[in-house]
């Protein structure tokens, strides 16, 4: 332990040396010291971005000159596939409205055309062009003045199945499951206009139904509801975006299926999920090439095929098909699918678009009297149609390429359009 003597000397040195320092400090000026301003930082905010404009369909009378090519088609191909949308329309009392809004009128309007589309044979163009021309009012629709649209293509999948689960065929289309439950919004809502939900019912409550992923991961395996086996997964997928196929079943026999409901989950195109990833672009997004890059990469088919919530469920077609949602069988090439919140099913629409040539590259102009006959989950909007190509090889080429821009006029009878033309 130290001194008193040296912790005074220790002090004495430390004070020679720090306690003058302070002093010498004191006396000098001080530098003005700058007020402290407070940081400030910019608030942040979220731009305002305009509300989005919703969908209106404006249709503009026209003359049948205006029709790009209407004298070079050969219209009366059409015929058939409009006789079919009329047996449909007599099913309907006078007054009942043809469609979901009043674009089409009520089915008396239909009446007299109809009538005389059954005595016209299809193979006089001429006779049939006529007919059309007689009966009906065409009308450029367009979106909010904006005639410009998409137009896609379908076809009827051909697929290899059975009718029980054994070899390769472990991939099962379901059919329409007892406790889902379909629900029209226009019934409960007024501004609800073709709007629905499906669910099943949990407790007192209708929950969401499973998605794809769940369905696809085993969700309703032991329920009975195994319709066909496929042997290909993407097959599976492929056919539940277009809705309906023919299938090769290992016995030899062939079958129908088609749409019988969806689980209601939103569709969401996957190819736009693999332009989002940057495996594909918007130039090369097709069917072929949304295929070959799942059928190259097996470890992310199922990933990528699931950001698909929507999931269809089939039922067996008798007869002739495939059918739309119309009930009708479709015509090669002279049936579309559109939105049937604002095109009537059974309207004569005049195409001004191009389509895929079959087996080369390149394209032509689509202009051709087509039937709307048919609707689908990716088919949305005033201005938007989907062409049924068939069932071959070659429809599948066309309908997996074509991602194509256009118009559409919609033919109206001479009594709904005299009532639109009140309206305006």
């Known amino acids: 332990?130290?001194?008193?003597?040296?912790?005074?000397?220790?002090?004495?040195?430390?004070?020679?040396?720090?306690?003058?320092?302070?002093?010498?400090?004191?006396?000098r000026p001080r530098p003005p010291v700058a007020p402290t301003v407070p940081e400030v930082r910019p608030i942040a905010t979220t731009p305002v971005l305009p509300a989005p404009v919703e969908n209106h369909?404006?249709?503009?009378?026209?003359?049948?000159?205006?029709?790009?090519?209407?004298?070079?088609?050969?219209?009366?191909?059409?015929?058939?596939a409009f006789v079919r949308s009329c047996r449909k329309l007599r099913?309907?009392?006078?007054?009942?409205?043809?469609?979901?809004?009043?674009?089409?009128?009520?089915?008396?309007?239909?009446?007299?055309?109809?009538?005389?589309?059954?005595?016209?044979?299809?193979?006089?163009?001429?006779?049939?062009?006529?007919?059309?021309?007689?009966?009906?009012?065409?009308?450029?629709?367009?979106?909010?003045?904006?005639?410009?649209?998409?137009?896609?293509?379908?076809?009827?999948?051909?697929l290899r199945g059975s009718r029980r689960r054994h070899g390769w065929y472990r991939i099962?289309?379901?059919?329409?499951?007892?406790?889902?439950?379909?629900?029209?919004?226009?019934?409960?809502?007024?501004?609800?206009r073709g709007r629905r939900l499906a669910g099943r019912v949990v407790g007192r409550k209708l929950e969401p139904y499973d998605t794809r992923a769940d369905i696809v991961g085993g969700s309703l395996a032991g329920?009975?509801?195994?319709?066909?086996?496929?042997?290909?997964?993407?097959?599976?997928?492929?056919?539940?975006?277009?809705?309906s196929g023919h299938v090769r079943l290992d016995t030899g026999e062939g079958i129908r299926i088609g749409y019988a409901a969806t689980n209601g989950h939103r569709y969401t195109a996957i190819g736009r999920?693999?332009?989002?990833?940057?495996?594909?672009?918007?130039?090369?997004?097709?069917?072929?090439?949304?295929?070959?890059?799942?059928?190259?990469?097996?470890?992310?088919?199922?990933?990528?095929?699931n950001q698909n919530a929507s999931y269809v469920f089939f039922e067996i077609i008798e007869g002739d098909g495939p059918l739309g949602s119309q009930g009708v069988v479709l015509t090669d090439g002279r049936s579309i699918a559109i939105d049937r919140?604002?095109?009537?099913?059974?309207?004569?629409?005049?195409?001004?678009?191009?389509?895929?040539?079959?087996?080369?590259?390149?394209?032509?102009?689509?202009?051709?009297?087509?039937?709307?006959?048919?609707?689908?989950?990716?088919?949305?909007?005033?201005?938007?149609a989907d062409v049924y190509w068939g069932g071959d090889e070659a429809a599948a080429d066309v309908a997996g390429r074509m991602k194509s821009t256009g118009r559409y006029f919609v033919l109206l009878p001479l009594a709904t359009a005299a009532r639109l033309r009140t309206r305006t």
Request: some cysteine.
């Open 172 to 192: 099962p289309l379901h059919r329409r499951p007892p406790d889902l439950v379909t629900v029209e919004l226009s019934k409960f809502l007024d501004d609800a």
């Open 273 to 305: 999920v693999l332009i989002a990833e940057g495996h594909l672009s918007r130039e090369t997004v097709s069917m072929q090439s949304i295929r070959a890059y799942l059928e190259a990469h097996p470890e992310r088919a199922d990933q990528v095929m």
């Open 1 to 27: 332990m130290s001194s008193p003597t040296a912790r005074f000397l220790a002090l004495s040195i430390v004070c020679a040396a720090g306690c003058r320092s302070q002093h010498l400090d004191a006396e």
């Open 341 to 384: 919140n604002f095109i009537p099913q059974s309207a004569p629409v005049w195409l001004d678009t191009v389509a895929p040539i079959a087996g080369v590259d390149g394209e032509q102009p689509l202009r051709r009297l087509v039937i709307a006959q048919d609707t689908g989950g990716a088919i949305l909007g005033p201005v938007r």
């Open 57 to 80: 369909l404006v249709l503009d009378e026209v003359e049948f000159a205006a029709l790009p090519g209407w004298e070079q088609d050969e219209v009366g191909k059409a015929l058939p």
């Open 91 to 158: 099913r309907l009392g006078d007054g009942e409205r043809v469609g979901r809004t009043d674009t089409g009128g009520v089915a008396g309007d239909w009446r007299r055309a109809c009538a005389r589309a059954d005595r016209i044979a299809a193979t006089d163009h001429a006779a049939a062009r006529a007919f059309f021309e007689s009966e009906f009012v065409p009308f450029l629709a367009s979106n909010n003045g904006d005639p410009v649209g998409r137009f896609t293509g379908y076809y009827e999948a051909r």
């Open 223 to 243: 329920k009975k509801l195994e319709l066909i086996w496929l042997d290909d997964a993407v097959d599976a997928f492929f056919v539940q975006v277009q809705g």
